[in-house]
């Protein structure tokens, strides 16, 4: 693994065998954290994402980051090919959460409602009376319905499983 600067001074990992060819082009960051290049063709510029250049991604596939870390451009460890829907599966908590934990909501009944998207679909999966137990139910239902792109409240209980 070896690193690239990027123009803001951040370092993005890329694989060795990758290194030299990427390292010739300017990287910078963008807004949402990628790390972009310019590049001319013909006479339009295009802007080139690390990650999409890096698996030679096709239109309409998405790359996905397995640690959800951006910056993190090594493909055989970290990038994957993902569907729109299983992208948003290994997003972390939305701005808008207020109990820490993904798929799980509060009740106007002091209880806890865990609920799941799966296929553009929500699933609902019950109330509890804690969040941690919604939680867990979340997990559960993440690991079932999504696999290895499930974001998990709780990792370090699938690992030991």
Not at 48 to 71: A, E, Q, T
Not at 87 to 98: E, F, I, V
Not at 117 to 123: G, S, T
Request: hydrophobic content about 35%; overall charge positive.
């Amino acid at each position: 693994m070896k690193t690239i600067r990027l123009t803001n001074g951040k370092l993005t990992k890329v694989e060795d065998v990758d290194y030299d060819f990427l390292n010739q082009f300017t990287w910078r960051e963008t807004a949402q954290g990628y790390a972009e290049t310019e590049r001319k063709f013909g006479k339009r510029r295009r802007r080139l994402l690390l990650h999409r250049l890096i698996m030679l991604c096709p239109n309409g596939v998405l790359v996905d980051h397995r640690d959800r870390d951006k910056l993190n451009n090594c493909k055989t460890s970290n990038l994957r090919f993902a569907s729109h829907a299983r992208n948003l599966a290994n997003a972390g908590l939305s701005k808008q959460n207020t109990t820490g934990f993904k798929g799980v909501s509060p009740t106007t009944t002091h209880t806890f409602q865990a609920n799941i998207a799966v296929d553009k679909r929500q699933i609902y999966l019950g109330r509890y009376r804690t969040k941690e137990e919604a939680a867990r139910a979340y997990d559960a239902a993440a690991r079932k319905y999504l696999g290895e792109f499930a974001w998990l409240n709780f990792p370090e209980t699938a690992q030991k499983k």
